[in-house]
T-cell receptor, first 114, second 114 residues
Framework: EAGVVQSPRYKIIEKKQPVAFWCNPI?????LYWYLQNLGQGPELLIR????????DSQLPKDRFSAERLKGVDSTLKIQPAELGDSAVYLC????????????FGPGTRLTVL | GENVEQHPSTLSVQEGDSAVIKCTYS??????FPWYKQELGKGPQLIID?????GEKKDQRIAVTLNKTAKHFSLHITETQPEDSAVYFC?????????????FGTGTLLAVQP
């Protein structure tokens, strides 16, 4: 069974440029999460989707970050414009619906903003 | 909101020894506590979890204990092996309907010396 797929794996951009990350969850997982992981820290939830609906986006900086999950499968996270402080790893995870279901993480996208 | 503290931040043990990582949480209503292992360049992977109605759970060389009164839980790895070297994260899930939101600790870098 294929795991969570993310692309690109690495991205280097200059500040003020836009950037987008893509995630393909495990087949059949209707819950999708985007996390931010700063160096030496644990993942922090940015947004959670149940199918195509964003049910928790309280931690998403909406002035520059946006996300979408069209058709309730793949998802894209965008930053525009990027700032130096956005340099981090962006993790995507998916799970079956339900409180105790395991979250499966992708390998992440490492973003460097110069 | 929920806050999770994790100690130690780094841990070095000799192969064959035991390793213990401890976490405390602030929200007494939290009811689910997973542990994740993250290897370099990969996303976190669930290794064991425990629900609030259980005091201890074991899976081969790893075990987790939960003390709800003191609001802390611990990961125990026995007979450590070099392949156990990784960053370990604890997490807690605040109680709140069907949400599967996890609050992660800051991680413990475990180094198993052969």
């Amino acid at each position: 069974e294929a795991g969570v797929v993310q692309s690109p794996r690495y991205k280097i951009i200059e500040k003020k440029q836009p950037v987008a990350f893509w995630c393909n969850p495990i087949s059949g997982h209707n819950t999708l999460y985007w996390y931010l992981q700063n160096l030496g820290q644990g993942p922090e939830l940015l947004i959670r989707y149940e199918n195509e609906e964003a049910v928790d986006d309280s931690q998403l900086p909406k002035d520059r970050f946006s996300a979408e999950r069209l058709k309730g499968v793949d998802s894209t996270l965008k930053i525009q414009p990027a700032e130096l402080g956005d340099s981090a790893v962006y993790l995507c995870a998916s799970s079956l619906e339900g409180s105790y279901n395991e979250q499966f993480f992708g390998p992440g996208t490492r973003l460097t903003v110069l | 909101g929920e806050n999770v503290e994790q100690h130690p931040s780094t841990l070095s043990v000799q192969e064959g020894d035991s390793a213990v990582i401890k976490c405390t949480y602030s929200d007494s209503a939290s009811n689910y506590f997973p542990w994740y292992k993250q290897e370099l360049g990969k996303g976190p992977q669930l290794i064991i979890d425990i629900r609030s109605n259980v005091g201890e759970k074991k899976d081969q060389r790893i075990a987790v204990t939960l003390n709800k009164t003191a609001k802390h839980f611990s990961l125990h790895i026995t007979e450590t092996q070099p392949e156990d070297s990784a960053v370990y994260f604890c997490a807690a899930r605040p109680y709140g309907g069907a949400t599967n939101k996890l609050i992660f600790g800051t991680g413990t870098l475990l180094a198993v010396q052969p």
